[in-house]
């Protein structure tokens, strides 16, 4: 098909100040400094040395312990990503973070249905419910992100980042059962710096940073930053003209460093971002059978009603979404951040407050019919975190110890209506009511829910150097947890009349069938005890052997989307809350350098066994449950990882990443059924359910799928890369000529929670060049290609609502390009 193309937008705040900072840098360079004679380094290959590490090896400083050291001396399964080869990859955000971190997996099919997973846990997949914790917690400057909303925005004035895999609730304020990812950004300085990047590419791309600090007093440095990005979307809707799949962010981040004396620093921080998307669609990607009739299955109903998709290609990259789309997203907040260097440790204290602002509408039909014709479900969020910390380094003993208060308000204010072509596409075409509209024209359910959280925590760590070799590493987490909970739904007729259990007229049953109302108030609280224990035996100063048990908790939760209910249309109270994830973990791995640490091996193997792991199910009807939370009996995942970089001169580094994930529902009995298995009737006492795809067939109550995989894993992740570049000069600058690739492959997953024959997504493998010329005053001029073979894959699958059949998708970037200059004072 042809179609017009509308313009895209063209915003870009921060243009005008980076370009100047640009030029004013680019026109007074410095001279180079020549190499020495001996064949020493010069000050381009010094800075990237420093700058680059991450992926590439070499002494990379980390504080996964709380404290400052090497990544090859913590006993810890670690990633670290440097803010230069950050911006070198363009991984400007978490989701561009997994093709650098294998055991990393990010799934958004919008900014509030994110999930981020390390080893195939943290998060259930599917639509988010804001009465669970993640089991990945993201922390920026020691500030803990309750939003998983914040990963879709981008990285600002980024340093380093540090992907922890495994439990880390003895060492950080929120408790993480799944690993953590701990961001630092660039603090201010008492001597003046500054840098700016832009990049302009296809799809209109357009991209700026910049950041400048320096001292105010001899006591008192200000450090602020700003990053704005723009493109055109990559799937065309056809329906309204427009792009969507945009992006539109913008995000800026201001800090104030006190320094009264040497033994004391204090840090008031603040930051706003906001994203102003045209998002979130999906397209079109196949049919499947289901158990009902053949007459309300996809392509019946589509025909009844004369509709066509654009397209059954997905990578036509085309839909007909009907409804508005938006992913108004605005986050931001302010911290304290104060160390005090006072006896023998340092103490920390971090005073934090954060809100979120989410402003969606959605097409939850997935179809250019206008059966689903608004859904949103705002909800503004305040988060306030109180983190004291104490932690010493001495010759025989280390340890932290530290208090962990956090508090959460969380409002929703839900509006899912039908529209005209609802009642031929929902209803039974058996019944006289199918071919009237004005039955569900209108239908409207109103939800209003708010969540309190509150968590208190103490924990420690002590590292006792038993030898200079072998150390022991106790750690204990003592955890409270109360959540309190509203939720209702009210549900009213086209000309506004509600609509109560109680008539049993035909239009009444039939709109009850599709929005009931409901109102529950759940509640939870708990304390839990944590603990571990890691052994380190340093065998030589290059080569580390460890090995750790965990047995740790994530917090119970409530059910904030409502719950099933009964033949009596009461609410299930025993299904408002969900039990507390018990976890066993277990792990050992070795550090090594070879070659005088101009190579870099890491290897660590890993159980994790999880009792009433916390899943959603999802019972594939318009009304009153999309999806709810319940309790796996029994979740496993276990497997390999490796890091290898080798550097073996400085005019050349790679790296290569790998992780085999074995995840696995070793109990799950009473899931809910794949779209093969759903839809018919329910079988009853005797009843032997149908074979998979039965038109009209009998269906179970629940499935079995104990033994099968978890959704959004990979069995094989791999990462690699590898750049070269040779000295010369151009335009009279000294520098280096460089070439780089990164790669990345994954292998097949399921995108459905219990997985279905018609929701996997075929593996896949994406490649990123870039190539450029660098000086040593801080010049980087390159241009970059990703995905330059233009693999068409897919990132996530959806099954439609309803039990039709439909299965829509989301499609992974085409190949973008573009180019990109780099100044730094």
């Not at 791309?205 to 704005?228: E, H, N, T, V, Y």
């Not at 913008?250 to 102003?276: A, E, F, V």
């Not at 938006?326 to 204290?349: Q, V």
């Not at 932690?391 to 959460?408: E, I, P, S």
Request: net charge neutral; hydrophobic share 35%.
């Amino acid at each position: 098909m042809t179609a017009k193309y509308p313009s895209a937008r063209r915003r870009m705040q921060a243009d005008s100040l980076t370009l100047s900072l640009l030029l004013a840098l680019a026109v007074t360079p410095a001279m180079a400094e020549e190499s020495a004679a001996d064949g020493t380094s010069t000050g381009t290959d010094d800075a990237m040395a420093q700058a680059e590490g991450g992926s590439y090896g070499g002494e990379i400083i980390v504080t996964a312990r709380r404290r400052q050291e090497t990544a090859q001396d913590v006993p810890i399964a670690i990633s670290v990503v440097a803010g230069e080869q950050i911006d070198n990859t363009g991984s400007f955000n978490v989701g561009r973070l997994t093709q650098l971190t294998p055991t990393l997996q990010f799934y958004s099919s919008n900014p509030r249905n994110t999930a981020v997973n390390v080893r195939g846990i943290g998060a259930p997949f599917g639509l988010t419910n804001d009465g669970i914790e993640q089991g990945v917690g993201i922390y920026i400057d020691d500030v803990y992100y309750s939003r998983v909303a914040s990963s879709t925005f981008d990285f600002l004035d980024v340093a380093q980042i540090e992907v922890l895999r495994g439990p880390q609730g003895t060492l950080y304020g929120k408790n993480t059962t799944a690993g953590a990812i701990n961001i630092a950004t660039n603090q201010p300085t008492f001597d003046f710096e500054g840098k700016a990047e832009v990049s302009v590419g296809n799809f209109n791309f357009k991209q700026a940073k910049a950041a400048i600090s320096g001292p105010l007093s001899d006591r008192l440095a200000a450090r602020i930053a700003m990053s704005s990005t723009s493109r055109r979307g990559t799937i065309f809707n056809v329906a309204t003209d427009r792009w969507t799949q945009s992006q539109d962010n913008i995000g800026i981040r201001g800090q104030l460093l006190w320094q009264p004396n040497d033994d004391l620093g204090i840090t008031l921080s603040g930051d706003w971002n906001k994203q102003d998307a045209v998002c979130c669609s999906s397209v079109f990607v196949r049919t499947g059978a289901t158990q009902r009739p053949l007459n309300r299955q996809y392509a019946a109903l589509a025909a009844a009603q004369g509709y066509v998709v654009p397209s059954t290609n997905s990578y036509d990259r085309v839909t007909d979404l009907d409804a508005n789309l938006n992913a108004g997203n605005e986050i931001g907040g302010a911290a304290l951040r104060l160390k005090w260097d006072i006896g023998p440790g340092t103490l920390t204290s971090v005073t934090a407050w954060r809100y979120w602002d989410w402003q969606p509408e959605n097409d939850r039909d997935f179809t250019g019919l206008p059966i689903v014709t608004k859904s949103q479900n705002p909800s503004q969020q305040d988060q306030y975190t109180q983190e004291l910390r104490y932690n010493c380094t001495g010759d025989r003993f280390d340890f932290v110890l530290g208090g962990f208060y956090y508090y959460q308000r969380i409002d929703t204010q839900g509006t899912e209506a039908h529209g005209p072509a609802s009642s031929r596409w929902t209803l039974n075409p058996a019944s006289a009511l199918a071919n009237d509209p004005a039955v569900l024209d209108g239908l409207t359910a109103i939800n209003t829910q708010y969540l309190k959280n509150t968590s208190a925590a103490l924990f420690g760590q002590v590292s006792w150097k038993v030898t200079d070799q072998f150390t022991i590493q106790p750690g204990v987490r003592l955890n409270y947890d109360k959540k309190d909970g509203f939720y209702q739904r009210r549900v009213f007729a086209g000309d506004g009349t509600p609509i109560l259990f109680g008539p049993t007229d035909a239009i009444t049953v039939a709109r009850l069938g599709v929005f009931a109302p409901q109102e529950i108030s759940p509640s939870f609280s708990d304390w839990n005890f944590s603990y571990d224990l890691t052994a380190t035996y340093k065998a030589t100063p290059d080569l580390l052997f460890y090995a750790t048990y965990a047995k740790t908790f994530k917090s119970g939760g409530i059910n904030q989307n409502g719950v099933p209910s009964n033949a009596a249309n009461n609410p299930i109270l025993d299904a408002a809350t969900v039990k507390p994830e018990s976890v066993n973990h277990y792990e050992a791995g070795v550090k090594a350098e070879f070659f005088d640490r101009k190579a870099t091996l890491n290897v660590t193997a890993f159980r994790t066994d999880i009792k009433n792991y916390q899943a959603n199910v999802n019972n594939g009807q318009f009304g009153v449950l999309r999806g709810y939370l319940a309790n796996a009996d029994k979740v496993r995942t276990q497997g390999v990882e490796f890091d290898v970089s080798a550097r073996p001169s400085e005019r050349f580094r790679s790296y290569v990443n790998g992780a085999y994930t074995d995840a696995k529902y070793k109990r799950f009995v009473d899931a809910p059924c794949p779209p093969e298995l759903s839809g018919g009737t329910t079988a009853g006492a005797g009843q032997a359910p149908s074979a998979p795809g039965t038109a009209g067939g009998i269906s179970p109550a629940n499935c079995d799928i104990s033994g099968q995989r978890l959704p959004g894993v990979s069995k094989w992740a791999f990462s690699f890369g590898a750049e070269a570049n040779a000295e010369s000069d151009l335009f009279g600058q000294q520098g280096q000529y460089y070439l780089g690739y990164d790669g990345s492959y994954r292998s097949s997953f399921s995108s459905n929670p219990s997985p279905s024959a018609y929701t996997w997504i075929q593996g896949y493998s994406l490649s990123n060049f870039r190539a450029g010329f660098r000086t040593e005053n801080g010049i980087d001029i390159f241009g970059w290609v990703r995905n330059p073979f233009d693999k068409n894959y897919l990132e996530q699958l959806s099954v439609g609502p309803g039990n039709t059949g439909l299965i829509v998708g989301l499609p992974g970037d085409p190949r973008t390009w573009g180019g990109t200059i780099k100044a730094s004072f």
